[in-house]
């Protein structure tokens, strides 16, 4: 059975598996994204085990108040879903909203690498980074996904997202984060 826990050295392969899964998905990866952030600053050195130490390093330390990131970002935490030692997908919640965020990007964002998806993994992972979104005293949680993501959307409503709108092509919805959801998955400490 996956487990969330925090990132962690011990799945260096199977996460630089799955950053190319991604990036060979024909998808546009944009600018911004976090996985086309996470390139540009450790793709150079993330295949040696120190180098991925340091990104590694770098996610327990972006979910602090006072790490160095660009003035429009917030702290957030990250987790990993994995399952032993294999990397099946990630998210993260934002500590707070800036404007960009309420209006767009929301608390909470995911993905489960190509080869994973539409094994109910991103359902479970959401519904099991609830109560950390909790912790971080986020309830409810923003969740946005594109008008066109359909499967996003489910996950975000099987997590009990209410609507509150539509902006350019957002879908927002606010999850409570209160109740403990179901089926929430493991989470491991490592
Ligand atoms: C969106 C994403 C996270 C879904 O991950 P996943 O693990 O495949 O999702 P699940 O298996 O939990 O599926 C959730 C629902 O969506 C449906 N679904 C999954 N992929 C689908 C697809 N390509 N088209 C239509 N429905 C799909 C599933 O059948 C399931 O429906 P159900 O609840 O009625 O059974 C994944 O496709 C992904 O990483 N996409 C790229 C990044 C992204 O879009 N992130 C979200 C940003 S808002």
């Known amino acids: 059975m996956p487990d969330l826990i925090e990132p962690h050295v011990r799945v260096r392969e199977s996460f630089l598996t799955a950053v ?15 996985i086309a952030r996470w390139i540009r600053q450790y793709a150079d ?18 979910a602090t108040p006072d790490a160095a990131r660009p003035s429009h970002h917030v702290p957030q935490s990250t987790w990993w879903l994995v399952d032993g030692d294999d990397y099946l997908g990630r ?8 404007d960009w965020l309420l209006e767009y990007g929301g ?6 690498r ?12 959401l519904r099991a980074v609830l109560p950390h979104a909790h912790a971080l005293g986020i309830d ?7 008008e066109t993501n359909v499967a996003s959307r489910k996950v975000i ?16 919805y ?17």
Do not use: Q
Not at 158 to 172: I, N, S, T
Not at 176 to 182: D, E, L, S
């Open 91 to 98: 998210i993260s919640s934002r500590h707070v909203l800036n």
């Open 140 to 146: 409810p949680a923003l969740v946005t996904c594109d």
């Open 45 to 62: 050195r993330w295949h040696t085990e120190a180098g991925f130490a340091e990104f590694v390093d770098h996610l327990h330390a972006d």
């Open 157 to 172: 409503e099987a997590a009990g997202g209410e609507l509150e709108d539509v902006r350019g092509v957002k879908r927002r």
């Open 174 to 190: 606010w999850v409570p984060t209160g109740a403990m959801p179901r089926k929430a998955g493991r989470m491991a400490r490592t």
């Open 114 to 125: 190509p080869s994973a998806r539409r094994r109910g993994h991103a359902t479970a992972m």
């Open 107 to 112: 608390h909470i964002g995911y993905e489960v």
């Open 20 to 34: 190319e899964e991604s990036l060979a998905d024909g998808r546009m990866i944009s600018e911004d994204s976090m």
